[in-house]
């Protein structure tokens, strides 16, 4: 697998309504990203008859996705969408995707923005991460 550079991660929001329909946005700014961080419970079924400890696995959690952005959540509609998808507690579909090369590998996955963390300082940039909980699995494709 291939190194890939920051400047080729390309992500999009898009709003999940009632009626299933979709109003894509690009994220403006993006810098980086953390996630999905999929796990599952291990469940014990060890009894008495057991040489051994005994596993089954469960239902995984799709975790969460954090999305960093250079701040612009005032003009780019991707991180106007974001913003109010948290505060209009709005289900969401949320795609990651390399771009530029032959091979693009893409994450999808359907969630909740469930935080939003604004950072400043002097003489720096004014940055934000949009932490979405996932909602059900996530999706690789190639």
Same mark, same amino acid.
């Given at each position: 697998?291939?190194? @890939?550079?920051? !400047?080729?991660?390309?992500?999009?929001? %898009?709003?999940?309504?009632?009626? $299933?329909?979709? $109003?894509?946005?690009?994220?403006?700014?993006?810098?980086?990203? #953390?996630?999905?961080?999929?796990?599952?419970?291990?469940? +014990?079924?060890?009894?008495?008859? #057991?040489?051994?400890?005994?596993? =089954? /696995?469960?239902?995984?959690?799709?975790? !969460?996705?954090?999305?960093?952005?250079?701040?612009?959540?005032? &003009? +780019?509609?991707? !991180?106007? =969408?974001? @913003?109010? #998808? /948290?505060?209009? @507690?709005?289900?969401? @579909?949320? %795609?990651?995707?390399?771009?530029?090369?032959?091979? &693009? !590998?893409?994450?999808?996955?359907?969630?909740?923005?469930?935080? /939003?963390?604004?950072?400043?300082?002097? +003489?720096?940039?004014? $940055?934000? +991460?949009?932490?979405?909980?996932?909602?059900?699995?996530? #999706?690789?494709?190639?």
């Amino acid at each position: 697998m291939a190194v @890939r550079d920051s !400047q080729n991660i390309v992500a999009y929001w %898009a709003t999940v309504t009632v009626e $299933a329909t979709l $109003a894509a946005n690009h994220i403006g700014e993006v810098t980086g990203f #953390s996630g999905p961080s999929l796990s599952a419970a291990v469940i +014990d079924v060890t009894n008495l008859k #057991s040489t051994a400890k005994e596993k =089954l /696995i469960g239902v995984y959690d799709g975790g !969460q996705v954090t999305i960093n952005v250079n701040w612009d959540a005032c &003009t +780019d509609d991707g !991180q106007k =969408l974001l @913003r109010k #998808s /948290i505060a209009g @507690r709005l289900k969401g @579909r949320l %795609a990651i995707f390399t771009n530029g090369s032959a091979d &693009t !590998q893409k994450v999808s996955m359907e969630g909740y923005v469930s935080g /939003i963390n604004l950072t400043g300082s002097v +003489d720096n940039k004014l $940055a934000g +991460d949009f932490t979405i909980a996932i909602s059900g699995g996530a #999706s690789f494709t190639s």
